[in-house]
Structure formats: structure tokens, C-alpha cells
């Protein structure tokens, strides 16, 4: 190895030591398993292309303007591409939406009584982490509140948590700990609405509580002490906030709760329902130097290509986001796809799945999940540390490049050709199938031609690693017809 490289590997690791985890570090000590994924992507990735890491867009909004999202933390976050979502609470023993049939299809009655009975005596906290490994997926974001209150950790600010039902036992502290043992990032959903909570301006479904007495002052007190729980006691990297829509929560709060969390750990990523900037389902925020937030949210749908903005679809298995009896699961193909095109896209998908009023993931759900590891140990090499392009996603394909290496995402199995319109000068100089053989292939002007092999596996898609002559990070998007 030559010189400059022990060099920019002890500049990115004390980079990673001194911005990452010197706050986190006053509360645990720095795993092994951290210092050497840290070297580890050190190497493999931004070290050795020497290249700084770019300035994030996102940040602390209008009232913090030099407050910006940790940089490394969100390089590590892209990176990872494929995440876990998990929306798990007592509602799951009724098996309807969690938090939105409170006083809807469950009288608000029944529903807040649910965690008497809430036992979870099949959790296993290492098994959902191993499965979530064996899809592929690289970090984990669970509810650790939702809409209706519920705290799935034993709460100082409230009674109304895990440590009140039949159960008792710490669930997101075992999920945390199962997440460092397996080396999976560990993050928390956490929904600033609460319709459940006294204090909380906004009452939702038939609950008839008056509101007179309630105050956003106090509520906010017990909000901000929760995540400081979640930050100080369970080390979460993520805070996947919701619920910002309702009036209750206004800009300056979000801003405010962004620059609270930076105070406590600069490393964690917050995204952008934190604030108002969040718009529709859609998920992106407008105006990204106005609104806090370090990354768009699209959700139950793909977000659209972007260099620029980081986002993170999330997409449910079912169609519920909480386990529902004989829901209509896509299959593995649709997942894949799914995949495909969010990172085609540029983008991270959180793909969700509600485990079972006992504990386990469902069977069906389970097996699903296996499906997408099994593409994914094969195509792996394609999603993770890539970025999206050049080109743009459509129903047949989609790409991913590192470095000069493109990965060209085939979904529609029946092009026998495929030609790419590429910029002057660029050529191909060596065409593969990844987990397969080199493929033929002709350099033309301003196109490359790729002869579809035969016989490929059977499986959702196939990806053709492309080796170029130039950083494919550099070429501006482009449409295949
Ligand atoms: C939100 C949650 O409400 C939902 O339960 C889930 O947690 C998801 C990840 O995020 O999604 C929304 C947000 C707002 C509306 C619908 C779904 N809305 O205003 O109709």
C-alpha cells in the first residue's frame, strides 16, 4: 500500500471518532464492531477515492442557518440504502391501523386499554435483526411512539409504556442491543403528535376530551425529555419523527427540536417530518434552507431522482403499516422493483413490516423478506455505496454507479438488446453480470450496445456491471427509451 493512504485512513477514521462519537462516547464506549465498520467504509469508500465528503443541503432551517446535517453520518446513511421499518404497539392484538383507528374503528376506550393485555411472549429481538440482515437490510427503524401515545421502552415522563403491560421487558432495549450485536444501524420512530397525551392541543377521532386545559408548552417538555431518553439511554442513530402536520406543531418548533437534538449528538440523522417543510406524500421538503431536516420522507411511494436532496422512501410489505390479519403482501418481484428504482432514483428504501401481537413476524412476511436476500447476496454489490444514475428509472431498468462502474438494473427480462445513450467519449471497457459472465458489447458514438445473454437465472432482475472510462458520478442523468 502506498503512503497517502494510512494517512486519509487515520483522517477519515479521527473524523469519524471526533465528529461521531465523542458525544455518544460520553455515555458508552466505542465498539469494536464501530471502529472497524468505520475503517472499513473508510477504505472502501470515501478514503480511497480521496474525495472530501460533499456540504448536505439539509440542516437546522431558517433559525439555525449554520446548523448543518453531520456529513458523514448522512454519507453512512446513503450508503446503507436498505433499511427495516417496524410499527409495532398493543394495537397490534386488535390488528387494525396503529394510531388512526383510535376512536375510529376501535373506540378510543378499548384502544387505550389494549396495553393491559399487550404480552409479547414470542419477541425475539435477534431473530427480527437477523432477518432484517438476511434481506439485506443494513439499519432499523421501529415506533418507539406512534400517534397513540404508546411507548415501547419503559418511560421516566409517562406510565403509559411497555413497562405497565403483562410483558414488561424493555422491547427497544433489546432492539438496540440486537442491533449493535448484528451491526445494524439502530433508529427510532417517534411521532410528535400524540393524541393520547393530556396536554397534547388536538384531539383526534371520537375523543371528546376538552382541550381547554391543555397546553403545547408542557406537552413539548414531555417531548423533548422522551427523545432525550431515546438519544442518552437507547443511543438512537435515527429520529424518524412524524405527525407534523396537524396545526398543534408549528416551524419554529421543529426547528427547535432539530438544534435540541444536534445539542445532545451531533450524529444523528432527523428527517424532515421533523418540521413543517414536508410536503404531501410526496415527501420532499420545498424549501430546504427554510425548513429543518436532514432528508425527504416519500411515502407508500417512490421519491423522484435527485443529486441533490437525500430522501428515503417508506413502503409497507402489506398495506398496513401495523401486522394485519391475511393482509395482501406484494410479492418479491415488486419488492425488488421497488428497490431497484428507489436507489435508481438516488434514494434509501424503508421497507416496513408489522409484527404480530405475540412477537413474531409473520410467517408469510418472513419468507417474503428471504426472497429479497436472496437478490440481494447476488446484487448487492449494485445498491450498497452506490448512488442513482445516470440513468433514470423506468419500468424496464434503472442504474446505479460507484466510481466508474455502473450498475444497469434490469427489470424487464425480455430486451435482448440494450442500447444506452451515453455523452462523446464515454466507452465501456468491460460489461458483466453480476454473480454471472462478461457480456458482449460494442462502443458506438455517443452509445453503448449490450448483447442480453441467454439463460440468465430466474429472478426479479438481473444487473449488468458496466466498467467506463470516466467517474459515472460525472455524466448528467439520462433517459433510456
Ligand atoms: C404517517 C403515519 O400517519 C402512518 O401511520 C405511518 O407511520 C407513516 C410512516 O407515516 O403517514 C401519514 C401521514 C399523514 C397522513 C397519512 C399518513 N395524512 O395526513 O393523511
Known amino acids: 500500500m502506498e503512503n497517502p493512504k494510512p494517512f486519509l485512513f487515520s483522517g477519515c477514521f479521527v473524523s469519524r471518532v471526533s465528529r461521531h462519537d465523542l ?191 391543555t397546553t403545547m408548552v408542557r406537552y413539548k417538555k414531555y417531548l423533548f425529555n422522551q427523545v432525550k431518553e431515546l438519544i442518552q439511554n437507547y443511543h438512537t442513530n435515527i429520529l424518524w419523527f412524524d405527525g407534523q402536520w396537524e396545526k398543534s406543531w408549528t416551524h419554529k418548533d421543529g426547528m427547535e427540536l432539530y438544534k435540541y437534538i444536534r445539542g445532545l449528538n451531533d450524529n444523528i440523522l432527523i428527517n424532515n417530518r421533523v418540521d413543517k417543510g414536508f410536503k404531501g406524500m410526496a415527501g420532499m421538503t420545498d424549501s430546504i434552507a427554510k425548513y429543518a431536516g436532514d432528508y425527504g420522507t416519500p411515502e407508500q411511494r417512490i421519491g423522484g431522482f435527485s443529486k441533490e436532496y437525500p430522501w428515503e422512501s417508506c413502503i409497507t410489505v402489506g398495506e398496513q403499516w401495523a401486522w394485519k390479519p391475511n393482509d395482501k403482501l406484494k410479492s418479491v418481484d415488486q419488492i425488488v422493483h421497488t428497490l431497484i428504482k428507489t436507489v435508481g432514483g438516488n434514494g434509501n428504501l424503508l421497507l416496513n413490516v408489522g409484527p404480530m401481537p405475540d412477537g413474531r413476524i409473520e410467517p408469510r412476511q418472513v419468507e417474503l423478506l428471504k426472497g429479497v436476500g436472496k437478490w440481494m447476496a447476488v446484487n448487492g454489490e449494485g445498491v450498497y455505496g452506490t448512488r442513482g444514475g445516470p440513468f433514470l428509472p423506468n419500468d424496464k431498468l434503472a442504474s446505479t454507479h460507484a466510481g466508474q462502474v455502473i450498475y444497469l438494473h434490469v427489470m424487464d427480462k425480455t430486451l435482448k438488446e440494450i442500447v444506452l445513450p451515453v455523452p462523446q467519449g464515454v466507452k465501456a471497457s468491460r460489461v458483466s453480470v453480476l454473480g454471472g459472465k462478461t457480456v458482449s458489447y460494442d462502443n458506438r458514438d455517443k452509445e453503448i450496445l449490450i448483447r442480453v445473454p441467454e439463460n440468465l437465472p430466474d429472478s426479479p432482475a438481473y444487473v449488468l456491471r458496466i466498467k467506463i472510462n470516466r467517474n459515472a458520478g460525472t455524466i448528467d442523468p439520462i433517459e433510456v427509451k
Not at 43 to 51: D, V, Y
Open 23 to 213: 458525544i455518544s462516547r460520553v455515555t458508552r464506549p466505542v465498539s469494536r464492531v464501530t471502529i472497524f465498520s468505520a475503517i472499513a467504509l473508510c477504505l472502501a469508500t470515501s478514503c480511497a477515492q480521496q474525495q472530501p465528503l460533499p456540504t448536505p443541503i439539509g440542516g437546522g432551517g431558517e433559525a439555525n442557518p449554520t446548523l448543518k446535517t453531520n456529513a458523514l453520518a448522512l454519507k453512512n446513511f446513503q450508503d446503507m440504502r436498505f433499511g427495516m421499518f417496524v410499527h409495532w404497539g398493543p394495537i397490534s392484538i386488535k390488528g387494525t391501523e396503529i394510531g388512526w383507528s383510535r376512536g375510529v374503528e376501535i373506540p378510543v376506550s378499548t384502544y387505550d386499554s389494549l396495553y393491559l393485555k399487550f404480552n409479547p411472549v414470542n419477541f425475539n429481538a435477534d431473530e427480527w435483526i437477523g432477518l432484517a440482515k438476511e434481506a439485506g437490510m443494513k439499519y432499523f427503524v421501529i415506533t418507539s411512539k406512534h400517534h397513540d401515545g404508546f411507548a415501547l421502552w419503559p418511560s421516566e415522563y409517562t406510565d403509559f409504556d411497555i413497562a405497565a403491560t403483562p410483558y414488561k421487558k424493555d422491547v427497544l432495549k433489546a432492539m438496540e442491543l440486537a442491533c449493535e450485536k448484528q451491526g445494524i444501524l439502530f433508529g427510532t420512530y417517534h411521532s410528535v403528535l400524540d393524541w393520547h397525551h393530556p396536554d397534547y392541543t388536538t384531539r383526534h377521532g371520537n375523543d371528546n376530551r376538552p382541550v381547554d386545559s
